[in-house]
């Protein structure tokens, strides 16, 4: 466990304080925005390509062979991402690291679902989800820090020995937990699944770029061939007898409803992640080292809430804590719709915490419930579903909220007598930041209505017994 989280923390560390990094990165490498966003594009199209392939990976190899070939990727990256001397190489690195997380995230949750009995799973998520945020949380802050008094390559010195001990520890004291049933290899399968989901990740990301947004015909082409390709992969898998991705893992509600929380949480997180920094920065005039502080508090409360969240699942189940989660979250991000230059940075802080304490009790709680009601044979499965689903719900997210920003900056600023006056383009990025916090309150209210169908799932004595062994 303390491989795989060293290694997970690491992962999502990477994934975010490189955000804090890109407009250093656009003077630096001399790039502009669009050529930057493929940095983070780029990972998250990775991401959606292999994540889906696990479960298919997780029946084929070993627990140990993965979790190396997981770190090898890792260490690979980040050495090559912290020598790189151009953009490309940056991004190639960038690749090789997504290949890392996009094999770990899996066998992460595998390897708890295989180990721990279906009483004591709200706890060991938790611990997950104290990793899983409050990596992302610290990104921003310690990025910022060195980028003030270092230069960006430290952001990737600084993960590579925590990434190489990771490695010496899963050597010495990984166990392989995982039954290997190695089914046949679809290829036919496997391209569906990466021009599918690849599509979809690439289109969305694509739409977050330039001028033309959702009306570029690259962005309805990728869209299309992704959904199209979904359609046809997901049609195949339902006649095969040993698909590549068991879909029957949809035939169980609860797993159903875990699935569309953790799509919710992770839309709001990603578009509320990436507005708050920009308006804090662009807006507020703060510096990034200040913005990402401000982030942290919230970062920390939710990683600390998560294990405790955990252990209150184990004992009063997931309906007390889901609800009023986003409830709370839905109220935060309505009070942040309303922000403005003269907000105190003390309101940002405490509406931001409050939101992440939120994601706590609704993230692990539902994901752990839904996981909880499938059979140990399609566990690898479930995971593959889940976390690919969180990738493509990070690019929606993040594509739709850039949309918003922009189009409500656009907006204002083409009714206005003087657009290029900085105070109203401040007041520009005002409108188009409550927009997109508006979007978000949105989609929260949309799980909200979900939530009120969960119910604990109930573990037979037998299928914990079946799970252990």
């Keep these: 466990m303390i491989s795989l989280l060293i290694s997970g923390f690491i992962g999502m560390f990477s994934e975010t304080a490189l955000n ?31 994540v889906p392939v696990s479960g298919l990976l997780l029946q084929w190899f070993t627990t140990r062979q993965l979790f190396i070939a997981s770190l090898s990727f890792s260490i690979v990256g980040t050495l090559v991402a912290a020598m790189a001397p151009s953009f490309e190489v940056l991004l190639i690195a960038r690749v090789f690291q997504a290949a890392g997380t996009g094999l770990l995230l899996p066998l992460m949750f595998n390897t708890i679902l295989i180990i721990f009995p279906p009483d004591k799973r709200g706890a060991a998520m938790g611990i997950i989800g104290l990793v899983i945020m409050f990596a992302p949380a610290i990104g921003p802050t310690i990025a910022g820090l060195l980028i003030e008094h270092l230069t960006w390559h430290w952001i990737f010195w600084l993960s590579l020995p925590f990434l190489l001990l990771a490695l010496v520890f899963g050597i010495l004291f990984m166990q392989n937990v995982s039954t290997l049933t190695k089914p046949r290899i679809d290829m036919l399968s496997i391209l569906l699944s990466t021009v599918g989901f690849g599509g979809i990740v690439f289109g969305f990301s694509k739409a977050g770029e330039g001028t033309e947004g959702w009306g570029n015909p690259i962005v309805i082409a990728a869209i299309a061939i992704g959904l199209i390709s979904l359609l046809i992969f997901s049609l195949r898998q339902l006649r095969m007898k040993q698909p590549m991705m068991n879909l029957r893992v949809f035939k169980y509600p609860m797993f159903v409803i875990g699935l569309l929380m953790v799509f919710f949480c992770m839309m709001i997180i990603l578009s509320s992640m990436l507005i708050l920094p920009l308006y ?7 510096s990034a080292f200040t913005a990402g502080l401000l982030l942290l508090p919230g970062g920390i409360l939710n990683g600390f809430m998560s294990p405790l969240m955990g ?39 405490s509406l931001h915490s409050c939101m992440m304490v939120g994601i706590s009790m609704v993230w692990m709680p539902a994901q752990t419930n839904g996981l909880n009601q ?16 969180q990738q493509v719900a990070g690019a929606i997210g ?11 900056m656009s907006d204002y600023l083409g009714s206005s007598a003087n657009p290029l006056d900085p105070a109203e383009v401040t007041s520009a990025m005002t409108i188009g930041s409550q927009n997109a916090f508006l979007f978000a309150m949105i989609v929260t209210l949309a799980g909200l209505a979900v939530a009120f169908f969960i119910r604990r799932v109930i573990v037979s004595k037998s299928a914990s017994r079946a799970s252990m062994h």
């Design 20 to 50: 804090i990094a890109i407009s250093d990165l656009m003077q630096v490498l001399h790039i502009t925005a669009p050529t930057a966003q493929w940095l983070t594009t780029g990972y998250l199209l990775t991401l959606g390509i292999l």
């Design 374 to 389: 499938l059979p140990p044979d399609l566990y690898p499965d479930g995971t593959a579903v889940m976390n690919t689903l």
């Design 311 to 349: 252990s209150l699942f184990d004992k009063y189940g997931p309906r007390w804590l889901v609800i009023p989660g986003l409830v709370l979250v839905a109220a935060a991000l309505w009070f942040l719709s309303g922000i403005t230059t003269a907000s105190t940075l003390a309101l940002i802080i």
């Design 398 to 408: 993040t594509a739709v909220a850039v949309s918003i920003l922009s189009n409500g």
């Design 280 to 286: 804090l920065q662009n807006g507020m005039g703060l």
